[in-house]
């Protein structure tokens, strides 16, 4: 399990991050889309990690909404 951040992009694509996987971003040109591309690009990740003898990071993020 991964937390994302996702949000709109300036051109009209949805972008998502997974801060705890750091360079793990992908879009979709839906929310739906980019949920799906960052699923995949989070297995990716972790198999790359794996494949080169890394340890994988642990799931370390917390959100918190402020009112500024």
Do not use: H
């Amino acid at each position: 399990m991964r937390q994302i951040i996702i949000y709109p992009g300036e051109d009209g694509y949805w972008i998502a991050e997974c801060p705890s996987l750091p360079g793990c971003v992908s879009q979709g040109k839906t929310k739906s889309d980019c949920i799906k591309n960052i699923k995949k690009a989070i297995e990716l990740y972790v198999s790359a990690l794996k494949e080169d003898g890394l340890s994988v990071p642990e799931e370390n993020f917390e959100a918190m909404l402020i009112a500024v």
